[in-house]
């Protein structure tokens, strides 16, 4: 398809929604709107919308739609949940519920949720509807970069693979990343493996994400933020779901879904998934093979909800971190290219992750809740080494020869690096509700162990084949972490209107790393301890039923990552000092929500400043390995503004805004007052989504991401370029059929999502015009 024929096809698209927005449908006596729990904002099914004789339920995305006779007031019941009366309106109504208390009923009562119009935390949700119009192949990060003050990247180039996101500015080591409640950063690294998790937004109800340390109370410290993927089991139908996708890069996706529904009984819940994605990346040697399999189990016996689940995770990757020149990046034949003299990895990896979310009401105002999990992973990443010497592998295990000697001769072989670990923990948590005061107390236990091995193997030179082992380990330590963290929540709210919120977080870490001698690895046994008082209040006031202003402030410290104490292959050397970072968050905002001439807006406006201590900077050294170097900036600052809002001009019409300007810099040192690198200055989504009919979805989304320097001295020369992208998708149902298709970056636009600074500039480029075809089926 050549650019005339996507000018045209992109001028009759606009000229289609420019048209529709001077429309505005009604019926006389029709009435649409959604239902959601007050406390938790998430959709509420089987609620029961009545008016006299006539009535509906709610769909699994809390909507329903009710025709009446005449205009009418109508009824909105479910159990468990306060009945609301509401006048008859033509716009599309939003209903919250209050829970209430009925015997035998179990209400969902969760410390770390937001409360809507309560908690004084910047945040946001990305619902059902939206996962439907933007998630087909891509990992989660780049579903999340719809959001405000998000970035995300991935190596492949098309969001396939490895994928990376940041939020404020702060990369995902320094966010809390939870699955089900359940911690998913690494405990040694604190890094997030998206890839590990295939198509888990598949199984997503929604995905909670809070700016800033927030209102957490899990173990795993926010610095940037938190986020939260809540996956459900329940369904009011018994479903089985195919769906398949292809794409640009040899690209695909299959999976079968099974959701029991009441086949069971009442009380017991199945959901059963096996999920495919294969692609070749748009950059070579970006490949990525993902393959999942998850199982939930959802029983209720009595009070007591348990909800029990599965996710084993297998991935085999291709790994191109190296990035290529600016003259590259802007040919269109070279930018898929790789350096000549770069080597690409094999990344191999298995996770599996159980886990029991229970919560029980002991008394009409005392609520139980935990979380046990397990997590278990191993894997290793594989590349060919040409030429290296004896001593940096500890080769000479007969002792031949002088530590010179040994760096003189060389050797060719396949080194894998290995990782085998496992961790589990508990998270129980007591929540008191009386009058106008909630009390939330609770800890987390987590015990982790990490073992790590270097293995050589194919070497050439018959001397080495004789005498090495078939797989010779060449270092080889464990790492070890036990974490306790308690936490207080309390609420309290005057009136209805003033909300006051204040918790302390108490963490204590106790790390140590047991080397094995081997060769020159000295045989370290190493140790420490770490302990934090992380304290946050705030308060949120409403000014009116549509108008709330809140604030906050809090404080949290993070404990350094195993790699800012020792390199994982070169644990010879002394352990490095590594200091602990530490940030002081300020953050304000106000909350607009407007129904005006049956136009439905909704308003958030965010400030936020972030003084941080000892923020950790990695910077690519070893340009042949992909490896980096560690460095402590002393002072930094995260400081911007944020703003979301939404119109629903029609049912049928919705236009949504979001934007961020940051400024993030350093704040002493030589490069005071100089943009951190690879963080974006000015970030911007925008969509437009068009439903004619419940079959028909139209949908034009555009993303501006600001230029970004990669190194600290902000050379303009080599910075990244601002960059704006806009990705046009439709859908269409046909009974138990949907159709979708989406194009990705319309316009073919060429640019870089990351850079480092190495002699010059080098850069990974983003994938250029693709598309993605999808078909789904509801049996």
């Known amino acids: 398809m050549d650019n005339t024929s996507v000018g045209k096809i992109m001028k009759h698209i606009l000229i289609v929604i420019f048209s529709i927005t001077t429309y505005l449908y009604c019926q006389s006596f ?39 006779p005449k205009p009418s007031k109508f009824e909105v019941h479910l159990i468990g949940y306060e009945m609301q009366t509401l006048d008859y309106s033509t716009d ?43 998630y087909y192949v891509e990992d989660v990060p780049m579903v999340l970069s719809t959001e405000p003050g998000i970035h995300s990247y991935s190596e492949s180039g098309n969001g396939t693979g490895y994928s990376y996101v940041s939020i404020r500015g702060f990369d995902q080591s ?48 926010a610095f940037g933020g938190s986020i939260n993927v809540e996956t459900k089991i329940a369904n009011p139908t018994e479903q089985i779901k ?39 990346g748009y950059r070579d040697n970006s490949d990525s093979k993902q393959t999942a399999f998850s199982l939930g189990v959802e029983h209720q016996f009595g009070k007591i909800n348990n909800k029990f689940r599965t996710l084993i995770g297998k991935e085999v990757s291709t790994l191109q971190w190296d990035g290529i020149t600016k003259n590259m990046l802007m040919d269109r034949q070279l930018r898929t ?13 298995l996770q599996q992750i159980y886990s029991l979310n229970t919560e029980v009401p002991l008394k009409d105002n005392l609520f139980f809740r935990n979380v046990a999990y397990l997590v278990r992973g191993s894997g290793f990443y594989e590349v060919n080494r040409f030429g290296e010497d004896y001593f940096s592998y500890n080769l000479d295990i007969e002792n031949k020869y002088s530590d010179e000697q040994e760096q003189n001769l060389q050797t060719d072989f396949l080194r894998r690096k290995w990782i085998k670990n496992i961790y589990y923990g508990v998270v129980p948590s007591i929540t008191y509700k009386i009058d106008n005061i ?42 070890n972490k036990n974490s306790i963290s308690a936490f207080a929540h309390l609420l309290y709210s005057f009136q209805k209107k003033l909300h006051l919120i204040g918790d302390i977080q108490l963490q204590r870490h106790n790390w140590t790393l047991d080397q094995k001698q081997i060769g020159h690895a000295a045989g370290h046994d ?105 460095n402590s900036a002393d002072k930094t600052r995260h400081e911007g503004l944020e703003l979301e809002t939404g119109w629903e001009i029609s049912p049928q019409l919705t236009i949504n805004f979001n934007g961020a300007i940051s400024l993030n810099h350093f704040a002493s040192g030589e490069s005071k007052g100089k943009t951190l690198t690879n963080t974006p200055n000015r970030l911007a989504n925008w969509s437009i989504i068009y439903t004619p009919t419940k079959q028909l979805n139209f949908n034009l989304q555009g993303k501006y991401v600001g230029q970004q320097f990669i190194d600290n001295k902000n050379t303009s020369a080599i910075k990244i370029d601002p960059y704006f992208l806009i990705n046009a998708g439709c859908s269409y149902t046909l009974g138990n059929l949907t159709f979708s298709a989406r194009i990705n970056n319309l316009f073919d636009e060429l640019y870089a999502t990351y850079g480092y600074f190495y002699h010059e500039g080098y850069y990974w480029p983003g994938a250029t015009r693709n598309f993605n075809f999808a078909i789904d089926l509801k049996l």
């Open 174 to 221: 320094r966010i809390a990343v939870m699955l089900d409640n359940v911690p998913l950063n690494d405990n040694e690294s604190h890094q997030v493996y998206w890839v590990d998790h295939a198509d888990i937004l598949s199984n997503a109800s929604v995905v909670e994400i809070q700016r800033g340390i927030g209102n957490s109370l899990y173990g795993s410290t």
């Open 526 to 630: 190493l140790s420490a301890k770490w302990q934090f008082i992380n304290p946050r209040f705030g308060f949120s006031y409403d000014l009116d039923k549509n108008i709330s202003i809140f604030t906050n402030y809090g404080t949290a410290e993070k404990e350094p990552s195993d790699a800012q104490i020792i390199e994982a292959d070169d644990v010879w050397s002394e352990p490095k000092e590594a200091a602990v970072e530490k940030i002081f968050d300020k953050e304000m905002g106000i909350n607009i929500k407007q129904n005006i001439d049956n136009l439905k807006f909704n308003f958030k406006l965010n400030y936020y400043r972030i003084d941080y201590l000892n923020e950790i900077l990695s910077n690519i050294y070893d340009f042949a390995e992909g490896e980096f170097d560690i």
């Open 438 to 479: 909630r009390a939330d107390f609770g800890l987390e236990s987590r015990f982790y162990s990490g073992l790590h091995f270097g293995e050589v193997m194919n070497v050439t030179g018959l001397e080495l084949q004789k005498i090495l082992p078939k797989n010779y380990r060449y270092y080889e330590y464990t790492g």
């Open 337 to 349: 290219k790789k350096l000549d003299w770069t080597i690409p990895f094999i990344d191999d990896f």
């Open 30 to 68: 029709r009435i649409t709107g959604h239902v959601y729990d007050v406390e938790t904002g998430l959709p509420l099914k089987s609620a029961n919308v009545v008016s006299g004789n006539i009535g509906t339920i709610t769909d699994e995305f809390g909507q329903f739609e009710l025709i009446l």
């Open 242 to 280: 195919f769906s398949s996708v292809i794409g640009t890069y040899s690209t695909f996706k299959g999976r079968l879904q099974y959701l029991s529904g009441p086949r069971f009984g009442d009380n017991l819940s199945l959901a059963l998934r096996l999920s495919s994605i294969i692609s070749d």
């Open 92 to 134: 599309p109504i939003i209903v919250y519920l209050n829970s209430k208390l009925l015997s035998g009923n179990p209400i969902e009562v969760s410390a770390n949720r937001i409360i809507p119009g309560i908690t004084p935390v910047a945040h946001s949700h990305l619902t059902i509807d939206e996962i439907k119009n933007q």
